[in-house]
Nanobody, 124 residues
Framework: QVQLVESGGGLVQPGGSLRLSCVAS????????MGWYRQTPGKQRELIAS???????NYGGSMKDRFTISRDNAKDTVYLQMNSLKPEDTAVYYC??????????????????WGQGTQVTVSS
């Protein structure tokens, strides 16, 4: 089994920045692509970005100009740098991992592994 543990969430003022981290452990040979989602109450989980081991990035929404995904393969860690945060970015942010880009981007595959989530609150 693969375990994903996120960190780095918290309270930040509008216009501020946060960097989320997600460390993978366990049977990491079964995962390949990693990504980030977010979810607000009453809404579906939203894909933010995904990244392959070679560094190919794919952004799922309109956050590309402010959010950057990266990974450190040696540390089995994926990051999400979030800049110019807005109150509407308030959400629970989830790390996800799977064997293929399609698996991670689907958000619904049985092969997808999820972290427990980390709360990000943007408020003055």
């Amino acid at each position: 089994q693969v375990q994903l543990v996120e960190s780095g969430g918290g309270l930040v003022q509008p216009g501020g920045s946060l960097r989320l981290s997600c460390v993978a452990s366990g049977s990491i040979s079964s995962i390949n692509v990693m990504g980030w989602y977010r979810q607000t109450p009453g809404k579906q989980r939203e894909l933010i970005a995904s990244i392959t081991p070679s560094g190919y990035r794919n952004y799922g929404g309109s956050m590309k100009d402010r959010f950057t995904i990266s990974r450190d393969n040696a540390k089995d860690t994926v990051y999400l740098q979030m800049n110019s945060l807005k109150p509407e970015d308030t959400a629970v942010y989830y790390c996800a991992a799977g064997p293929t880009l399609g698996t991670v981007q689907s958000g619904a595959s049985d092969l997808l592994v999820w972290g427990q989530g980390t709360q990000v609150t943007v408020s003055s």
